[in-house]
């Protein structure tokens, strides 16, 4: 069960793998950077970082999610953190999970399972902290969350540097609405 909290989330900008299409494309090299899209993209939206109310930032141990957090949250005086459960999916993972497309429950078991309880953790980390926290992470995190928080009337495969605000609606419900 993911803490009842409201955050923010951001998808890392776009990286050269994030571009590739096709059965080539494969898993992301261990740790990659942002290209020059993704860093324009990041500075884009850090206006609009600097206005929320975070109060603290975490993020993914990955290079492409720590580069995207220090150019959003560069006017933001709150601490920061690292989060390893906050790390991307595997692409066998990500292709398990969107097999099962949006609105399906909770995985019953495999790996998508133990990423779904990995990421459970890393979140639930991420909440126990001051809030409203901002999230950098992953793609695959974000499908992850909204899988777990039953997340309806939003695309769960969202795009790099959007941000995102989850909220708690009425009847304890998880909201999740696009401010980019």
């Known amino acids: 069960m993911i803490l009842k909290k409201e955050f923010y989330f951001v998808r890392h900008g776009q990286t050269d793998h994030n571009i590739l299409e096709g059965a080539g494309k494969g898993d992301h090299p261990e740790d990659i950077s942002l290209n020059t899209v993704g860093r324009n993209q990041a500075a884009a939206i850090e206006p609009m970082i600097a206005l929320l109310p975070i109060q603290t930032i975490c993020a993914s141990p990955m290079k492409r999610a720590q580069e995207t957090k220090e150019i959003i949250g560069a006017r933001l005086l709150v601490p920061h953190y690292?989060?390893?459960n906050?790390?991307?999916c595997s692409g066998k993972i990500w292709k398990e999970m969107t097999r099962l497309g949006m609105y399906s429950p909770f995985p019953s078991g495999g790996e998508a399972r133990l990423f779904m309880e990995r990421v459970r953790d890393g979140i639930n980390h991420?909440?126990?902290l001051p809030g409203p926290s901002l999230i950098v992470a992953h793609g695959g995190i974000h499908w992850?969350?909204?899988c777990m928080m039953g997340i309806e009337n939003h695309e769960w495969a969202v795009s790099n540097c959007i941000v995102v605000h989850f909220s708690i609606g009425t009847y304890e419900k998880w909201?999740?609405?696009k401010l980019s």
């Open 175 to 177: 909201i999740a609405t």
């Open 144 to 146: 992850a969350v909204c």
């Open 126 to 128: 991420a909440l126990s």
């Open 86 to 88: 906050l790390g991307e």
């Open 82 to 84: 690292e989060i390893g």
